[in-house]
């Protein structure tokens, strides 16, 4: 094992601090890595195996679609794109969908959305004059949005932004659950208020209700957009397709990947049609890959799997069995200080940092994750059941206790 890692640290950008495994196959909620040690997986690669592994009908979807076709570009159409994007907005009761290859160009399109709304709604050549129109957006501290360049502008985290700047410009930060803090941000330039419904890697974080109905009822006051990120919160980890589900609240645009296409790389970008009527048009926004035909056969076979298997039924049904849990770690490890999350997505902050807590569940044969440094997440693949969620415990029981 150590000449592939040795060999690995030689060829691979230093860009992350990995744990000395190299993972061979999944198969349900497990995972082997290449000496055919089985881990328990609450980690889903970032909240992405929606479905665990091997998933048959889904392997079997995406086989039929290689033989097909792969790729085409957007200038014609394809089936799986076609179907993809219906089957997209039947769930979210968005009017438009456009692909991308990421997360974070799924943000990076959703921005150039806003800016582009701004420039309509506030006439081209008018007010400010000239191509600098400059739309502002309002972002959230403790965000997380992405690596490139112009989703790193709206991540409230200078960790990630510091070395990049300058960024792009007319961003504001405000802070999560405070509306007032939002209200004193905005100027006759805001198009946009953006944040995610479920704050992931800023520490599991939820938008609260009352939160969400303000920033809404002033958005629609101001003609201000409403972009929510449910890159990681999306696809029925809370127990809804959406998160903003949970809250009726509806965004203008919607920013999804991760388990869209459950761990074939894909993401989207959908809006209303009174946003897509004054935003991206013909030669506005394009990508080459985006929309491929078997990325969208991978989105498309999952929303399928989801209605045929209930997946949202069953996360509803598995959750509390997970926040039970969890709240019994709560009340029996002193360091381990709260509970916070909706459904399958759940953060547990401790008062000390939780490396060694990863390090010691891996050598059990448990993947779990942080989100910052106190804090442990759970996001499982959707499909667990009840006697995961005991093994999982167990195992956690065990190594917090070692602390
Ligand atoms: C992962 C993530 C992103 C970025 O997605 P990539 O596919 O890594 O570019 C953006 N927003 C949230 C909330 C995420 O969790």
Same mark, same amino acid.
């Given at each position: ?128 004059? #000239?191509?600098?129109?400059? %739309? =502002?957006?309002? @972002?959230?501290? $403790? ?7 112009? !989703?790193? +502008? ?79 919160? #999306?696809?029925?980890?809370? %127990? =809804?397709?959406? @998160?903003?589900? $949970? ?7 919607? !920013?999804? +990947? ?84 909706? %459904? ?60």
């Amino acid at each position: 094992m150590q000449e592939y890692i040795t060999q690995a640290e030689q060829d691979l950008l230093h860009t992350y601090n990995r744990y000395g495994i190299v993972f061979d196959r999944g198969e349900g909620v497990y995972l082997y890595d290449k000496e055919g040690k089985k881990y328990l997986d609450f980690f889903s690669g970032i909240a992405v195996n929606a479905l665990g592994y091997h998933y048959q009908d889904f392997d079997e979807a995406l086989k039929e679609q290689i033989d097909k076709l792969l790729h085409i570009s957007n200038y014609f159409y394809n089936e799986p794109a076609i179907q993809a994007a219906a089957k997209l907005k039947k769930a979210s009761g968005m009017d438009r969908v456009f692909f991308t290859n990421s997360g974070a160009e799924a943000i990076e399109g959703a921005l150039k959305a806003a800016r582009k709304y701004a420039y309509t709604r506030d006439g081209h050549a008018g007010s400010f004059g #000239g191509g600098s129109a400059g %739309g =502002e957006i309002i @972002a959230m501290n $403790h965000s997380f949005h992405g690596r490139t360049m112009g !989703a790193l +502008a709206v991540t409230g985290n200078p960790r990630y932004r510091e070395a990049f700047e300058p960024l792009i410009g007319n961003i504001r930060f405000a802070d999560m659950n405070d509306f007032e803090s939002v209200k004193g941000q905005v100027t006759e330039k805001t198009c946009a208020v953006l944040f995610e419904t479920l704050q992931g890697e800023g520490g599991i974080y939820p938008a609260e209700k009352g939160f969400m109905e303000q920033v809404k009822a002033l958005c629609e006051e101001r003609d201000i957009l409403l972009i929510l990120d449910e890159i990681q919160c #999306g696809m029925g980890r809370t %127990g =809804e397709m959406f @998160a903003w589900q $949970h809250y009726g609240i509806k965004p203008d645009i919607m !920013a999804c +990947a991760k388990a869209i296409g459950g761990g074939v790389p894909v993401g989207a970008f959908l809006m209303t049609e009174r946003v897509a009527e004054k935003s991206l048009a013909a030669g506005d926004h394009g990508t080459t890959y985006g929309g491929n035909p078997f990325a969208c056969q991978a989105v498309s076979k999952m929303l399928d799997l989801f209605e045929e298997n209930d997946i949202i039924g069953h996360v509803q049904k598995i959750a509390p069995c997970l926040e039970q849990c969890l709240n019994e770690l709560v009340s029996e490890f002193d360091f381990v200080k709260a509970r916070r999350g909706l %459904g399958l997505m759940q953060g547990l902050e401790c008062s000390v940092p939780v490396g060694g807590v990863i390090s010691g569940c891996l050598e059990k044969g448990l993947v779990l994750i942080n989100a910052g440094s106190n804090i442990l997440r759970f996001v499982p693949p959707l499909v667990i059941e009840k006697e995961h969620v005991d093994e999982m415990a167990e195992i956690l029981r065990t190594v917090l206790a070692d602390q």
